[in-house]
């Protein structure tokens, strides 16, 4: 299965989703600069890391979505392409459209930069589906602009379509506002596009993929991709 990791100016976890995917799980990567253009066959899923794309100015993700990469990210999600945004990704995806809401700055006005945990939304997904429906994980987080705001509508309808990914919770599961690290609406930490394969995430599951970090609590998000990617194979519905 192979993955594309698109390198923007400003990347900085370019280089751990690239490890995760090539050393941790055996499978082809390719990093893709953000002025090239590809085509989507040439991959089978592409990673939209996090950092700082252009330096985070006029918005987060604002010029990023510019890229000439981003035409084939536009291509490829129209052909039913696995699509992963994590931190600055998932804001990159907001404002390309390929995913509802916006994102703002944390409640707080702070940057936060540490460990979360996490409650597992759904798992009809190609992302979730090795995870339990309600189990917790913990996973690290590292942003200043993770306060996701979609219109009420949007909420509801992201809720009833089983769209919301991950929530912020506490150790025990309990979706509280204390556990919110951000104001994000419904303590909403990642969510998926209609046709459920585009994830856009806050929390960083390629820095708890492998036992020497201390957390592998995203190392099953990788491994839900690859099995849902080769059920396909099996069944000749790949592409």
């Known amino acids: 299965m192979k993955c594309a990791v698109i390198v923007f100016p400003g990347s900085n976890c370019d280089i751990d989703c690239y490890h995760v995917w090539r050393n941790v799980l055996g499978q082809p990567a390719e990093y893709v600069f953000h002025k090239d253009r590809f085509s989507p066959d040439d991959f089978d899923l592409i990673i939209l890391p996090g950092g700082f794309s252009y330096g985070d100015y006029l918005r987060v993700g604002a010029i990023a979505r510019f890229s000439p990469a981003m035409a084939s990210v536009y291509r490829a999600a ?3 392409k696995l699509i992963l945004g994590i931190c600055n990704g998932f804001q990159i995806l907001l404002e390309s459209g390929l995913l509802p809401g916006a994102m703002m700055r944390n409640e707080d006005l702070k940057f936060h ?4 945990y996490l409650k597992v939304g759904t798992v009809d997904t190609p992302f979730t589906n090795l995870y339990r429906r309600g189990e917790v994980v913990r ?3 590292a942003h ?3 306060n996701y705001y979609a219109g009420r509508e949007t909420i509801e309808r992201l809720k009833a379509e ?3 990914a991950f929530y912020y919770c506490d150790r025990n599961g309990m979706v509280t506002g204390d556990a919110n690290p951000n104001g994000s609406l419904e303590n909403i930490a990642g969510i998926l596009n209609e ?4 994830l856009g995430m806050m929390p960083h599951p390629e820095r ?3 036992e020497i970090l201390g957390n592998t609590g995203g190392r099953k998000l990788f491994e839900s991709i690859l099995d849902y990617f080769e059920g396909r194979v099996k069944s000749g519905r790949q592409g």
């Open 144 to 146: 200043g602009e993770g």
């Open 162 to 164: 089983g769209r919301i």
């Open 208 to 210: 708890c993929a492998e």
């Open 195 to 198: 046709g459920k394969n585009i």
């Open 113 to 116: 930069c540490h460990d979360v």
């Open 139 to 141: 996973m690290p987080i």
């Open 78 to 80: 129209e052909k039913g």
